[in-house]
């Protein structure tokens, strides 16, 4: 794996949707900040830190860890606290995200609940897999979900057409 991979995904998104992505130095940043977010990461049953720094559309960042609970499903991961955080204080369109983790021998991958929550702010916006070491690997919401459902399926005039062909 390795560099292929990264060279082909960014081969495929250019001249489309990553156009706009964020600078070197603004990624680095982010992925700084999602290193820090771990650290606050609250997980005693699976010791499996995860943090994330989420850049909004005005350059505000909000960070996120995991938060585990002794009833297990209640748990949240560290992507969706940060949108979550983001989104209670108003801030709905994002440029990026960065995920860190302890894993030394891969780049962090969220979850699929992650993947959808991201998917429901944009399928186009840049998602930064790292490793410790900072390293990582540019990917974007709609690499990560291809064939997504979104916010636009659920419009009325589509929910209404189909209720009708019954
Ligand atoms: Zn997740």
């Given at each position: 794996m390795g560099d292929l991979q990264i060279e082909m995904l960014h081969g495929k998104d250019q001249g489309s949707q990553l156009l706009h992505h964020p600078d070197r130095v603004t990624v680095e940043g982010l992925i700084h900040q999602s290193l820090e977010a771990?650290?606050?990461?609250?997980?005693?049953?699976?010791?499996?830190r995860v943090g994330a720094a989420l850049l909004a559309h005005d350059d505000r960042v909000f960070t996120g860890c995991n938060v585990e609970n002794a009833c297990n499903n209640l748990g949240v991961c560290a992507e969706r606290n940060a949108i979550a955080k983001a989104v209670s204080e108003g801030c709905r369109s994002f440029k990026a995200i960065a995920i860190a983790s302890d894993l030394h021998d891969q780049f962090i991958s969220p979850c699929g609940g992650c993947r959808q929550f991201m998917r429901e702010f944009g399928a186009s916006w840049a998602v930064y897999l790292t490793k410790p070491d900072g390293s990582y690997k540019e990917m974007n919401v709609s690499e990560l979900l291809p064939v997504s459902f979104g916010p636009e399926d659920m419009s009325m005039k589509k929910v209404v057409k189909i209720s009708n062909e019954y």
């Open positions: 771990k650290e606050f990461a609250y997980c005693p049953y699976s010791n499996f």
